[in-house]
């Protein structure tokens, strides 16, 4: 059984919900799988967290502020929501049980915890290695979301993968190399100009800019051509010269394009 088979039981074997024959394979799978021991290792931690109770005053507030909601909202569209309401959480349901619902629940479930846990540690400072270890394991959650995401069919999924990126300042090399490939392999411009956005904060990385140059030459929307231009004309990278110049020697090159190349080789020189 693969990971996604997995990923839709593991909530189910972590509540002792499963048949046995399921159990079993879960268990088997899980001793041979090292991602997924460690996904359902994260989810037995957080079960570990003591739950804090709201304090009176925090209830007070909470009610008040419901109660505002609804008086403001309760006029407003009620037929609406009452058919949509079924199919809303259908939806829902099935994104949770998918392998990227799965973990970015994971991710809201161990932020919880992060919560709580600093909640506790100021009573307790003896817990800071443990809060330390789950910010560590919440980057990791992160990426692996955004790693997932850019690999779907959807172009709207990808999309939403490379935002998931900006939420790092450090990436692990893996997420890093799909966001480069997405750049330059992705079929939709506009996922492959968000790749850009998101590779500009990563110039410190030899390897993204030799991918911005590459891209260069295998780029055939003008629009993607111009943003890759001003993207190394803003990092000022003088090694880009020679392959701004084999680009506007292309005989079929946009004149705009062209144009720009020109006025990037004068900038760079």
């Known amino acids: 059984m693969n990971c996604e088979k997995i990923a839709e039981l593991l ?8 048949r046995v024959d399921q159990r079993k394979v879960v268990e088997g799978h899980l001793e041979g799988c090292v991602e997924c021991r460690e996904i359902a290792g994260i989810w037995k931690k957080l079960a570990l967290i003591p739950e804090e109770q709201p304090s009176a005053e925090g209830r007070v507030r909470f009610e ?11 006029s407003e569209g009620a037929t609406r ?3 949509r309401k079924g199919a809303s959480m259908w939806s829902v349901l099935q994104w949770l049980r998918s392998p990227v619902g799965a973990v970015a629940w994971s991710i809201v479930l161990v932020a919880l915890g992060t919560y709580f846990g600093l909640q506790l ?12 270890a789950m910010h560590t394991e919440l980057t990791n959650m992160r990426q692996m979301v ?3 995401m850019l690999q779907q069919q959807s172009a709207s999924q990808r999309l939403e993968g490379v935002t998931w990126t900006r939420r790092e300042e450090q990436l ?6 799909a966001l480069m490939h997405t750049l330059r392999y992705d079929p939709s411009v506009d996922v492959r100009l968000a790749a850009l956005d998101a590779l500009s904060r990563h110039a410190g990385q030899p390897q993204v800019k030799k991918t911005v140059v590459d891209a260069l030459q295998e ?18 990278d003088a090694e880009a010269a020679p392959g701004l110049e084999k680009l506007r020697r ?11 190349a020109d006025w990037a080789i004068s900038k760079l020189n």
């Open 64 to 74: 008040a502020m419901l109660q505002a909601y609804q008086t403001g909202r309760g």
């Open 250 to 260: 292309s005989p079929n090159l946009n004149p705009t394009v062209r144009q720009r």
């Open 11 to 18: 909530p189910d074997y972590l509540q002792e919900g499963l």
């Open 172 to 177: 692990d090399p893996q997420v890093l190399s």
């Open 81 to 83: 929501r009452t058919e």
């Open 121 to 132: 540690g100021n009573a307790k400072s003896s817990s800071q290695q443990d809060l330390a």
């Open 146 to 148: 955004a790693l997932s």
């Open 219 to 236: 780029q055939q929307s003008p629009l993607m051509q111009v943003a890759l231009i001003d993207q190394l004309v803003e990092w000022r």
